[in-house]
Protein backbone atom coordinates (compact mmCIF):
# COMPACT_ATOMS: atom_id res chain seq x y z
CA UNK A 1 0.00 0.00 0.00
CA UNK A 2 1.09 3.39 -1.02
CA UNK A 3 0.20 5.56 2.60
CA UNK A 4 1.04 8.94 1.11
CA UNK A 5 -0.92 8.48 -2.08
CA UNK A 6 -3.41 7.07 -0.20
CA UNK A 7 -4.16 10.44 1.56
CA UNK A 8 -4.35 11.67 -1.74
CA UNK A 9 -8.41 11.48 -1.13
CA UNK A 10 -8.54 13.49 1.23
CA UNK A 11 -8.02 16.42 -1.68
CA UNK A 12 -11.41 14.85 -3.24
CA UNK A 13 -13.54 17.32 -1.53
CA UNK A 14 -17.22 15.17 -1.30
CA UNK A 15 -15.01 11.98 -1.05
CA UNK A 16 -15.93 9.20 1.45
CA UNK A 17 -12.68 10.14 3.23
CA UNK A 18 -13.01 13.98 3.18
CA UNK A 19 -15.70 13.55 5.15
CA UNK A 20 -14.60 11.39 7.75
CA UNK A 21 -12.14 13.49 8.18
CA UNK A 22 -14.22 16.53 8.70
CA UNK A 23 -16.16 14.51 11.04
CA UNK A 24 -12.86 13.63 13.12
CA UNK A 25 -12.20 17.43 13.00
CA UNK A 26 -15.15 17.96 14.58
CA UNK A 27 -14.68 15.69 17.16
CA UNK A 28 -11.22 17.01 18.08
CA UNK A 29 -12.73 20.62 18.11
CA UNK A 30 -15.37 19.21 20.79
CA UNK A 31 -12.78 17.72 22.63
CA UNK A 32 -10.50 21.16 22.61
CA UNK A 33 -13.32 23.46 23.73
CA UNK A 34 -14.35 21.14 25.98
CA UNK A 35 -11.67 20.84 28.14
CA UNK A 36 -10.56 22.55 31.57
CA UNK A 37 -8.60 25.56 31.37
CA UNK A 38 -4.41 25.01 30.89
CA UNK A 39 -1.85 22.68 29.65
CA UNK A 40 -3.45 19.51 27.24
CA UNK A 41 -1.62 16.64 26.00
CA UNK A 42 -2.85 15.16 22.45
CA UNK A 43 -1.34 11.80 21.34
CA UNK A 44 -1.98 10.44 17.58
CA UNK A 45 -1.75 6.80 16.77
CA UNK A 46 -0.75 5.71 13.30
CA UNK A 47 -0.96 9.74 12.68
CA UNK A 48 -0.40 9.84 9.04
CA UNK A 49 -0.09 12.90 7.55
CA UNK A 50 -1.60 14.52 10.70
CA UNK A 51 -4.09 16.91 9.25
CA UNK A 52 -7.06 15.89 11.80
CA UNK A 53 -5.22 17.66 14.29
CA UNK A 54 -2.73 19.80 12.32
CA UNK A 55 -5.31 21.42 10.49
CA UNK A 56 -7.43 22.17 13.58
CA UNK A 57 -4.92 23.61 15.54
CA UNK A 58 -3.98 25.57 13.53
CA UNK A 59 -6.80 28.37 14.16
CA UNK A 60 -7.82 26.92 17.38
CA UNK A 61 -7.85 29.53 20.51
CA UNK A 62 -6.42 26.54 22.15
CA UNK A 63 -3.29 26.00 20.14
CA UNK A 64 -0.81 27.12 22.17
CA UNK A 65 -2.14 24.83 25.45
CA UNK A 66 -1.81 21.71 23.37
CA UNK A 67 1.83 19.74 23.54
CA UNK A 68 0.87 16.86 21.33
CA UNK A 69 3.04 14.16 19.55
CA UNK A 70 2.29 12.20 16.42
CA UNK A 71 3.61 8.77 15.35
CA UNK A 72 3.52 6.91 11.91
CA UNK A 73 5.62 4.86 10.39
CA UNK A 74 5.77 5.80 6.82
CA UNK A 75 8.29 8.78 6.86
CA UNK A 76 7.06 10.58 3.63
CA UNK A 77 3.73 10.84 5.85
CA UNK A 78 5.84 12.17 8.51
CA UNK A 79 7.98 14.67 6.30
CA UNK A 80 4.11 16.30 5.18
CA UNK A 81 2.98 16.20 8.69
CA UNK A 82 6.22 18.27 10.22
CA UNK A 83 6.15 20.65 7.37
CA UNK A 84 2.53 21.18 7.84
CA UNK A 85 3.08 22.09 11.63
CA UNK A 86 5.70 24.10 10.87
CA UNK A 87 4.24 26.56 8.40
CA UNK A 88 1.34 26.66 10.95
CA UNK A 89 3.90 27.73 13.58
CA UNK A 90 2.83 24.64 15.76
CA UNK A 91 6.19 24.76 17.93
CA UNK A 92 5.05 22.30 20.37
CA UNK A 93 3.46 19.85 18.05
CA UNK A 94 6.11 17.39 17.56
CA UNK A 95 6.17 14.30 14.33
CA UNK A 96 7.85 11.24 14.97
CA UNK A 97 8.79 8.46 12.33
CA UNK A 98 8.31 5.32 14.22
CA UNK A 99 5.94 2.32 14.84
CA UNK A 100 3.28 4.00 16.39
CA UNK A 101 2.15 0.66 17.87
CA UNK A 102 4.56 0.74 20.55
CA UNK A 103 3.64 2.30 23.83
CA UNK A 104 7.16 3.14 24.54
CA UNK A 105 6.46 7.10 22.09
CA UNK A 106 3.79 7.64 24.77
CA UNK A 107 4.97 7.01 28.01
CA UNK A 108 5.83 10.98 28.65
CA UNK A 109 2.69 12.56 27.54
CA UNK A 110 0.12 9.74 29.05
CA UNK A 111 -2.20 10.07 30.27
CA UNK A 112 -3.30 12.50 27.78
CA UNK A 113 -6.47 15.06 26.71
CA UNK A 114 -7.01 13.41 23.32
CA UNK A 115 -5.52 10.17 21.81
CA UNK A 116 -6.48 9.89 18.65
CA UNK A 117 -6.73 6.39 17.05
CA UNK A 118 -7.51 6.97 13.26
CA UNK A 119 -7.28 4.73 10.42
CA UNK A 120 -6.22 1.97 13.00
CA UNK A 121 -8.87 -0.27 14.09
CA UNK A 122 -9.83 -1.21 10.22
CA UNK A 123 -6.25 -2.60 9.46
CA UNK A 124 -5.71 -4.58 12.55
CA UNK A 125 -7.32 -8.03 14.00
CA UNK A 126 -9.92 -8.16 16.69
CA UNK A 127 -8.15 -8.80 19.11
CA UNK A 128 -5.87 -6.41 18.52
CA UNK A 129 -8.33 -3.77 18.15
CA UNK A 130 -9.40 -4.97 22.03
CA UNK A 131 -5.99 -4.72 22.82
CA UNK A 132 -5.76 -1.33 22.03
CA UNK A 133 -9.02 -0.39 23.35
CA UNK A 134 -7.65 -1.88 26.87
CA UNK A 135 -4.51 0.55 26.53
CA UNK A 136 -6.28 3.17 26.11
CA UNK A 137 -7.21 2.82 29.69
CA UNK A 138 -3.86 4.26 30.43
CA UNK A 139 -3.31 6.35 27.28
CA UNK A 140 -5.93 8.47 28.20
CA UNK A 141 -6.51 10.49 31.34
CA UNK A 142 -10.60 10.24 33.22
CA UNK A 143 -12.21 12.63 31.93
CA UNK A 144 -10.18 12.76 28.48
CA UNK A 145 -11.60 11.45 25.05
CA UNK A 146 -11.00 9.29 22.68
CA UNK A 147 -11.30 9.64 18.83
CA UNK A 148 -11.17 7.04 16.70
CA UNK A 149 -12.51 5.18 13.59
CA UNK A 150 -13.29 2.19 11.58
CA UNK A 151 -14.87 1.11 8.27
CA UNK A 152 -18.59 -0.15 8.44
CA UNK A 153 -18.20 -3.00 5.47
CA UNK A 154 -18.68 -6.46 6.47
CA UNK A 155 -18.24 -7.86 9.28
CA UNK A 156 -19.16 -4.17 10.86
CA UNK A 157 -16.94 -3.92 13.82
CA UNK A 158 -18.34 -0.29 14.80
CA UNK A 159 -21.32 -1.81 17.70
CA UNK A 160 -18.43 -3.99 18.92
CA UNK A 161 -15.67 -1.77 19.13
CA UNK A 162 -18.62 0.43 20.84
CA UNK A 163 -18.96 -1.96 23.29
CA UNK A 164 -15.28 -2.83 24.19
CA UNK A 165 -14.75 1.13 25.19
CA UNK A 166 -17.91 1.18 27.03
CA UNK A 167 -16.70 -1.98 29.05
CA UNK A 168 -13.99 -0.55 30.16
CA UNK A 169 -15.06 2.92 31.70
CA UNK A 170 -15.91 4.70 28.49
CA UNK A 171 -18.97 6.93 28.05
CA UNK A 172 -19.87 7.31 24.53
CA UNK A 173 -20.50 11.17 23.55
CA UNK A 174 -20.57 11.08 19.29
CA UNK A 175 -21.00 8.30 16.71
CA UNK A 176 -21.29 8.59 13.02
CA UNK A 177 -24.70 7.09 11.40
CA UNK A 178 -24.33 3.95 10.14
CA UNK A 179 -24.97 4.88 6.61
CA UNK A 180 -22.65 7.77 6.22
CA UNK A 181 -20.04 5.93 4.46
CA UNK A 182 -17.74 5.38 7.34
CA UNK A 183 -17.82 4.73 11.17
CA UNK A 184 -16.32 7.78 13.82
CA UNK A 185 -16.51 7.99 17.38
CA UNK A 186 -15.72 9.69 20.32
CA UNK A 187 -15.82 8.08 23.90
CA UNK A 188 -14.76 9.69 27.25
CA UNK A 189 -12.83 7.89 29.41
CA UNK A 190 -15.06 8.45 33.29
CA UNK A 191 -12.84 5.42 34.94
CA UNK A 192 -15.80 4.00 36.45
CA UNK A 193 -14.37 0.61 36.08
CA UNK A 194 -11.09 1.38 37.61
CA UNK A 195 -9.18 0.41 34.60
CA UNK A 196 -6.91 3.51 34.00
CA UNK A 197 -3.21 2.69 35.62
CA UNK A 198 0.59 3.63 34.71
CA UNK A 199 1.12 2.91 30.54
CA UNK A 200 4.07 0.94 30.81
CA UNK A 201 7.59 0.18 28.35
CA UNK A 202 7.89 -2.60 25.96
CA UNK A 203 4.51 -3.02 25.18
CA UNK A 204 2.78 -3.53 21.81
CA UNK A 205 -0.73 -2.75 20.87
CA UNK A 206 -1.14 -3.95 17.99
CA UNK A 207 0.22 -5.76 14.52
CA UNK A 208 -0.25 -3.36 11.68
CA UNK A 209 -1.84 -5.97 9.46
CA UNK A 210 -3.53 -4.03 6.52
CA UNK A 211 -6.72 -3.37 5.78
CA UNK A 212 -6.38 -5.12 1.90
CA UNK A 213 -4.39 -8.43 3.67
CA UNK A 214 -7.58 -8.78 6.03
CA UNK A 215 -10.12 -8.40 3.29
CA UNK A 216 -8.21 -10.82 1.12
CA UNK A 217 -8.14 -13.25 3.59
CA UNK A 218 -11.43 -13.27 4.87
CA UNK A 219 -12.41 -13.70 0.81
CA UNK A 220 -10.19 -16.40 0.85
CA UNK A 221 -11.66 -17.88 4.15
CA UNK A 222 -15.22 -17.55 1.98
CA UNK A 223 -13.83 -19.56 -0.80
CA UNK A 224 -12.13 -22.19 1.18
CA UNK A 225 -15.42 -22.98 2.96
CA UNK A 226 -17.38 -22.80 0.14
Known amino acids: MDWQAWHDTYDVPDSWMARRLRAVQDRIREALDTAPPGPLRVVSVCAGQGRDLVDVLADHPRRDDVAARLVELDPGNTAFAGESAREAGLIQVEVVTGDASLTDHYLDLAPADLVLVCGVFGNIV ?47 LWLSDPDAGFGVGAHRFTDEMGEGGELTSGQRMFEFVGYDVLKAARVGGRAAGS
Do not use: K, Q
Open 126 to 172: DADIERTIDTCTRLCRTGGTVVWTRNRHAPDRVPLVCDWFEERGFER
